[in-house]
């Protein structure tokens, strides 16, 4: 390569040679001796800049590794919460108390706790890692349970099945304020029979005699069409979609004897509140007696269950109890008569719930009434075979009948009956206390974490 010839030093005649490195002079390159110590210096900068690079490079890997295993350990500790959760819930299944500390679970330990809220139960659950005692992670979940619900979808104001409407012959007939169905005849002669709603009965059955019917006056013993009832297929009763066992069962988990119990349910001389459910009665008729001018109020707090006697209830308030039940409706279920007289209402909770009056009794067998509604206000009456009659002297309001029959009857002519359907009842949701349609479940929406 060309030189410049005055920018070139001459070597000395050495074997020992000066360093030398490439510089550029005027668009040409040359070699030129590097001053002692230079090497050094360069080498040296040479490494503290690899130095500085590799550090840089350990501390990103360092925090990406710290990082990753932190995420990993509050992702483990969520799942372990939520396991905590669910153990909780398998423990109210099983009619057990969840609440415990340092539980082992996996990679860390759980601390689990709840209260009632109303009718649900908050739960608490905390993991931690590695201890609860030396926790250095932490994660705490927080969420609702409710026991899980079933509905009864009451779409008429009376439905009945095989037996028959009977609207009575006094002056002062029902009142049907709703849509009826009746897979059965009907009869009545009095001039005040009225129905607001539409009536429908099965094909199988299209024989009737009535004066009033859907605000219409009509007269004969068959179904036309113009305003009047009309004809459909047969159509089996509307059922809960909770079974009669199940409500039996969630009912025994508290057993009494009427005999033996803690509190005299004869309210006349002072006013009594009962608060029971799930409670299943044995040992003969249950009473609750008022009258006088004094009330009893019976709170139910789940279903009850009158296994060996009848429910017999005078000047009586039956109300959900809505601190235990929230908005959910629940059951009385007794497999004898149900008589309800002398003012008793079937009240409404302060939240909307209500109580299904149910009596498991064939009237076909026993030639007895399933339930008398004397003078009453506000049931839910069902007797899926029996036969409820409405009767008294005072006036009558029921929500709906589910029932195989009807009868209407009257001792003076100064009465009225109706049934007074109430949208409400068909989207109502039951807790009867245990089983498939009360097990503990999570109430979506109410998860959180901290």
């Known amino acids: 390569m060309p030189t410049h010839p005055q920018l070139v030093k001459k070597l000395p005649n050495s074997k020992l040679q000066t360093p030398k490195f490439w510089s550029l002079v005027i668009g040409h390159w040359s070699l030129k001796p590097m001053a002692p110590g230079q090497i050094l210096i360069l080498a040296l900068a040479f490494l503290t800049i690899i130095l500085i690079l590799s550090a840089s490079l350990f501390g990103k890997i360092t925090n990406y590794v710290r990082f990753g295993k932190v995420n990993t350990d509050t992702q483990q500790a969520t799942f372990l919460a939520e396991a905590g959760v669910d153990y909780a819930v398998w423990k109210f299944n099983q009619g057990l108390n969840p609440t415990i500390t340092a539980l082992p679970l996996g990679t860390g330990q759980i601390d689990i706790s709840w209260v009632t809220q109303g009718a649900q139960r908050k739960l608490t659950s905390k993991a931690c890692l590695p201890t609860s005692n030396n926790c250095k992670i932490k994660r705490i979940v927080e969420i609702l349970a409710q026991e899980g619900a079933q509905t009864f979808p009451i779409e008429n104001a009376l439905h009945l099945d095989r037996d028959n409407l009977d609207l009575g012959d006094s002056n002062d007939a029902p009142v049907i304020n709703g849509n009826v169905f009746l897979n059965s005849t009907v009869s009545g002669g009095a001039l005040g029979i009225r129905i607001t709603g539409n009536l429908r009965t099965s094909q199988d059955h299209p024989d009737a005699t009535w004066n009033a019917l859907c605000a ?21 009763l509307t059922e809960p979609t909770f079974e009669e066992q199940e409500v039996k069962t969630a009912a025994a988990a508290n057993i009494m004897n009427v005999n033996s119990l803690p509190l005299s349910t004869n309210c006349t001389l002072q006013n009594k509140t009962f608060y029971f459910g799930p409670t299943k009665f044995i040992g003969g008729d249950l009473s609750f007696v008022g009258g006088g001018g004094r009330r009893c109020t019976l709170m139910l707090r789940g279903p009850i269950w009158v296994a060996d006697g ?114 409400g009842v068909a989207s109502a949701v039951y807790r009867v206390g245990t089983g498939t349609s009360s ?10 974490y901290k």
């Open 216 to 236: 219409v006056q009509v007269g004969g013993t068959e179904c036309q069409d113009g305003g009047n009832p009309w004809w459909i297929q047969n159509q089996a």
């Open 310 to 423: 009848r429910l017999i209830l005078t000047a009586t308030d039956v109300i959900p109890d809505d601190a235990f039940l929230g908005s959910a409706s629940t059951v009385v279920i007794v497999d004898n008569q149900i008589l309800s007289a002398s003012t008793t209402n079937w009240k409404k909770s302060l939240q909307g719930g209500y109580t299904l009056a149910w009596s498991t009794l064939n009237s076909q067998q026993t030639s007895l009434n399933a339930i008398e509604n004397g003078v009453g206000n506000g049931a839910i009456l069902y007797a899926p075979n029996g036969i409820v009659a409405t009767s008294g002297s005072n006036n009558i309001n029921v929500r709906a009948i589910v029932a195989n029959g009807l009868k209407t009857r009257f001792t003076s002519g100064v009465n009225s009956s109706q049934i007074t359907y109430e949208s």
């Open 439 to 448: 097990s503990w479940v999570l109430l979506k929406g109410s998860y959180y």
